[in-house]
């Protein structure tokens, strides 16, 4: 059973440009997070989705980020217009959301470089 | 949730046991105790949970007091792959906001030769 899969794992990109991260989740899991990590700095929560829906989304900053969980296909977060600011570890988590407690598994994370 | 309160760092030597503390004395009724581990420019890695019985798995056992307001995760057997930095978290529920795991600073653990 794969675990978390998350691409690419290591982007470049200029300022301005767009960035987007994808993340499979685990076989049968429903439910997707979004954890970024600055240089040097603990996990924040971003974002939590379940399929076609946003379910919690106060860690996500107002402007340029956005996170989607689609019927079909990876999860994804798009990050518009990016700033050196942007520049950290962007991990992505699963669950399958059986009866509490069920366990979260995490993905190895995209780096993501702005220069 | 609960909040978490871990030493900021320890050390202990490879072959000896490694036992982290974590204060969550403000936990409910409903919270479990979630431990993940990160190592360094990993992801992080679930290790272990419990409501109020000790557990014990091939990674690691925790020892919850009875009172379930702290615990205590052993490495049996630490070696340098362990070095990391590990989180005890309070985790209230699988639905909602209450969903997500809140990361506080951690410890982090040195196994030296």
């Known amino acids: 059973n794969a675990g978390v899969m998350q691409n690419p794992r290591h982007l470049v990109r200029r300022r301005g440009q767009e960035a987007r991260l994808r993340c499979s989740p685990m076989?049968?899991?429903?439910?997707v997070y979004w954890y970024r990590q600055l240089p040097e700095e603990g996990l924040k929560f971003m974002v939590y989705?379940?399929?076609?829906?946003?379910?919690?989304e106060s860690g996500m900053p107002k402007e340029r980020f956005s996170a989607e969980f689609p019927k079909e296909g990876p999860s994804i977060l798009r990050i518009q217009q990016v700033v050196r600011g942007d520049s950290a570890a962007y991990f992505c988590?699963?669950?399958?959301?059986?009866?509490?407690?069920?366990?979260?598994?995490f993905g190895e994370g995209s780096w993501l470089t702005v220069v | 949730d609960a909040k978490t309160t871990q030493p900021t760092s320890m050390d202990c030597a490879e072959g000896r046991a490694a036992n982290l503390p974590c204060n969550h004395s403000?936990?409910?009724?409903?919270?479990?105790v979630y431990w993940y581990r990160q190592i360094h420019s990993q992801g992080p890695q679930y290790i272990i949970h419990?409501?109020?019985n000790n557990e014990t798995n091939e990674m690691a056992s925790l020892i919850i007091t009875e009172d379930r307001k702290s615990s205590t995760l052993i490495l049996p057997h630490a070696t340098l792959r362990d070095t990391a930095v590990y989180y005890c978290?309070?985790?209230?529920?699988?639905?909602?906001?209450?969903?997500?795991?809140?990361f506080g600073t951690g410890t982090r653990l040195q196994v030296t030769l």
């Open positions: 989705l379940q399929k076609e829906n946003i379910i919690d």
């Open positions: 419990g409501l109020k």
């Open positions: 076989k049968g899991h429903s439910h």
């Open positions: 988590a699963s669950s399958p959301q059986q009866d509490l407690p069920d366990t979260i598994y």
């Open positions: 403000t936990i409910s009724g409903n919270e479990y």
């Open positions: 978290i309070v985790r209230a529920s699988n639905t909602g906001t209450a969903s997500k795991l809140t």
